[in-house]
Structure formats: C-alpha cells, structure tokens
C-alpha cells in the first residue's frame, strides 16, 4: 500500500500593512495624587526622593508666630523634609537649618549620588549691599553636608556670579555631571540647561547644552535620571500650557528633539520641578494648576509583562511526500496532488502553503508512465489547520523613525474568548488599547512590543489574560 507523510515547513513571514486612518484609544499613563504636607496658603516646589522620606522647598511660615521675608520682600523658600509613613502619606514637615536659614532662599537642590553632599540653590551676595532697594541679588549654586537636619560646611559653585542666576542643580548618577538653569550671556533664550563636568576634583567651566534642547524661551529645573534622561521644563511654544515638563536623551553624542511628558503631569498651569525613581514607575513634580504651587506624585499605569510569551507566526505551510517513491524508483510514477482548495501539483514530494485555516481534502493520485494505468485517490488525507491560540500582533518588522505604522490583533485566535480589552505596550513608555491602532517611533532602535489581551469578566467576576511579544526594527529615515 503505497501512503505518504505530512510534515510542517516552518516560515516566519511578516504582514506589511499600509497607511490608514485607524486610530486606537491613548489610556492615560500616569495616574497623579496632590501630595497631603502641601499647604493650603503657601507654596511647595523642588521635590527630592531620599530613602526615608522626601525633601522640597516652601515659603511657608517658620511657625505660627515667626515669619520673614527677603530683602526684596519677596517670601523665603527653605528646604524642608516629610518622613514617609507608607507609600502615600508622609509626616509633618521639618525644616532643615542651615547659616542661611529664614535670611536667605534655600533650594531647589539634589544630592551626590552618596547621599552625603548636598548641591542647593541659595542668593550670592550676603553683605550689606543687599539691604540697598536698587540692589538685584542672584542666585548660585552652593554645596554643603548634609548632617542630621542641618545643612554643614558650606562652599560655593566655582561659576557663581553677581551677574546672574545659576540655579536648580541636578548630578548625574555617577556624580560626574552637575546640570543646572542659568541666565548667563550667550544663552539661547531667558535661561538655559548647562552641565559642567568633575575632573580631578574640579568642575569644568560649564557648557550650555545646546539649541536642541534649549530654545529662545526658558529652560529650567532639570533633573538628570539615571538613565541618562534628562527632564527639564520649558514655556516654549506647542505645549499643554505655560511651563511644561519635557524630556530627551543623548544618541551618538547629540540630544534627541525634546518629547513632552504626556497629560496629566503637564497641564495649562505651570507644571514643572519633576523627578522620578530607578525605574520610572513613581515620583513628583511641582504645578500651581490649584493657585498655589503643591508638589504632586505619579505612578505610572503603563502594564508592561515580566512573563510575555514571543509570538510564533502561523504556519501553513506543508511538505507532502509519498514515503513509497523510492521504493519503486525504478518504474516511472507520476504522483498527482490535489490540495483540496482548487489548486494541484506534481512530484513524489511537494511543498505547498495553504492561504489559511480551513479543513482541506488532500488526494493523491499515481500515475504509471509506463502502463497509463491511474490510482485515482490513492490516499485520501483530511487536514485541519488551525491558528495557534494566541494573541496576533500584525505588522511589519521593520519601520522607518517618523514614519505611521499600523499594529493589527485581528488574527488574534483565542476560541471561547469574548474579548473585553487589546492593549499594546509599545516597549518606548508608551501604550494605546483597540485591535488596530497607529504608532509612530521617532526614534531608530528595537523595540519589543506586548500585546495584552484581556476577556470579559466570565463566571464569578474572573477574567483570562494572554500576553505575546514581538520585536520591530526601526530604521532611520533614508
């Protein structure tokens, strides 16, 4: 009896998908609380993550009795520090003491990446000019140990000057980099992001960073992640509203085109002052969208999987071979394939790539080349193709940077699942929900993007969820 054997080819192939208008639901990324030590009559700015707690600036009153204004009769900022109880309330603020406290401002400021030395924002000049109305003071960065609750041992940042405002420090994690706010001539606009740089113990003559991220408005509060990102704010045009939080990263040496921060951290107000932790999963900025300047914290809401499964691209594809052939290669066969969707072909094997699921009847038919005698339907085969259970992410691997691309889950094949939820995770911070949505990556690299589809409640209340990855390369624009 003469039989043959199915054996799947294995193919990877991507779907390439053209332009569209498709437009998948933006789910906010961030979910924002007004942080509860913030005072319903004064202002809270600078935020600082420590292990303990956190610290900030305010122009609260010292007490209820004691109060104090600047030279210029402008309130005074002091750094203050709230002690977490948990991860959403915080003690009662102290302040921390320094010679400069209730005399002069205190903060923004940032620590070493040791914890131990403080970099702080305070006025210049401390003599008796000062006292002269006509007189305009300036802010410098200062450094200081940090002992207890007291600000210790206090020097100067080598670049200060009477002339104008250096401001806002940020030092970067490995402590080699210190990025500040300056007005110094030959800026790009009202004030500018700098960095100066620790050699042998010495900061170098600060640098301005340059017109891509500094722009003809002004530019400040920055704050260096570990990451390498840097945040900064900036009142330039195309944003939600006044100050807004933007961000960019170093490529090759050049710093990418700033990104906003996306709603609700920025807003119409003045959102500024952000920080975030390790992961950038949590942390604070500062926005006068209630009056008052308050400080408000983030968590993110993006769902990004630890256990994602990689896609396997359906395969329907399959070599169809008549194991008998060599068995009697010595007379001249002619073996005849019908499909079984309308299609035939020829040969003792044969491959072929069905156009999908379906239930197909294979029929062989042998021909003897030497009698003319035909077997008609010497096997007789019924192949049932399915897809693999699993969400489908369609589209192309590989993009151009700037260029739309469409992501489809329409070939997701999850049976006896009613589909409450597709939500992609795009591997670069950002997410959209629906089974087609647009994207578009402004920036070249690869990216492993998660589908994550979730059903609708079943019995009980309970839920099933899948999860498949895939990468795509993006290219840069030719």
């Excluded at 040496?253 to 002052?273: R, T």
């Excluded at 900025?285 to 809401?301: E, G, L, P, Q, V």
């Amino acid at each position: 009896m003469m039989f043959f054997n199915i054996k799947h080819i294995i193919s990877i192939t991507g779907m390439i998908l053209g332009l569209s208008s498709l437009q998948g639901q933006q789910p906010s990324v961030y979910r924002i609380t007004r942080m509860s030590f913030n005072d319903p009559v004064y202002s809270e700015i600078a935020p600082v993550i420590v292990n303990d707690g956190i610290l900030f600036c305010s122009d609260r009153r010292f007490s209820a009795v004691k109060d104090r204004k600047s030279f210029e009769g402008k309130r005074i900022y002091n750094i203050y520090k709230a002690g977490r109880k948990d991860t959403s309330d915080y003690s009662r603020p102290v302040m921390l003491k320094s010679e400069r406290s209730e005399l002069f401002n205190s903060g923004p400021l940032c620590f070493s990446p040791d914890g131990k030395t403080v970099f702080f924002t305070s006025e210049v000049e401390t003599g008796r000019i000062i006292r002269k109305r006509s007189y305009k003071n300036h802010s410098g960065i200062f450094i200081a140990e940090l002992s207890g609750n007291e600000l210790i041992s206090m020097t100067s940042f080598l670049y200060n000057s009477t002339d104008y405002n250096v401001a806002q420090p940020s030092v970067s994690s490995d402590g080699r980099y210190l990025y500040f706010a300056s007005d110094m001539p030959g800026g790009e606009g009202g004030s500018d992001i700098y960095v100066s740089e620790l050699i042998n113990g010495v900061w170098s003559k600060p640098r301005n960073i340059g017109p891509v991220v500094n722009s003809a408005g002004t530019e400040n509060f920055p704050f260096i992640h570990p990451s390498g990102r840097l945040y900064f704010s900036s009142d330039r045009a195309g944003g939600f509203g006044r100050l807004d939080v933007y961000y960019t990263s170093l490529s090759a040496g050049k710093w990418d085109d700033p990104l906003l921060v996306p709603e609700p951290v920025n807003s119409p107000a003045d959102d500024f002052a952000f920080i975030a932790d390790q992961d950038l999963q949590t942390g604070f900025f500062a926005s006068d969208r209630r009056t008052n300047d308050d400080i408000y914290r983030f968590a993110s809401t993006i769902i990004r999987k630890a256990a994602c499964d990689t896609l396997i691209e359906n395969n329907y594809c399959y070599e169809l071979a008549e194991e008998n052939a060599l068995k009697y290669d010595t007379i001249p066969f002619r073996y005849e394939w019908n499909f079984g969707d309308g299609n035939k072909g020829t040969g003792s094997s044969v491959v072929y790539c069905y156009p999908g699921p379906g239930t197909y009847v294979i029929r062989l038919d042998v021909v003897n080349l030497i009698t003319g005698e035909v077997k008609y339907d010497e096997k007789i085969y019924n192949l049932e193709i399915t897809d693999i259970e699993q969400p489908y992410i369609s589209v192309a691997d590989t993009v151009n940077a700037g260029r739309n691309v469409i992501f489809s889950a329409e070939n997701t094949y999850l049976p006896g699942w009613k589909i409450g939820r597709y939500y992609w995770n795009f591997g670069d911070e950002t997410v959209a929900t629906g089974e087609k949505v647009n994207k578009t990556f402004l920036k070249p690299g690869t990216y492993n993007v998660q589908l994550i589809v979730t059903s609708e409640p079943e019995s009980k209340g309970l839920t099933r969820e899948a999860c498949v990855c895939r990468d795509i390369v993006i290219v840069p624009w030719p």
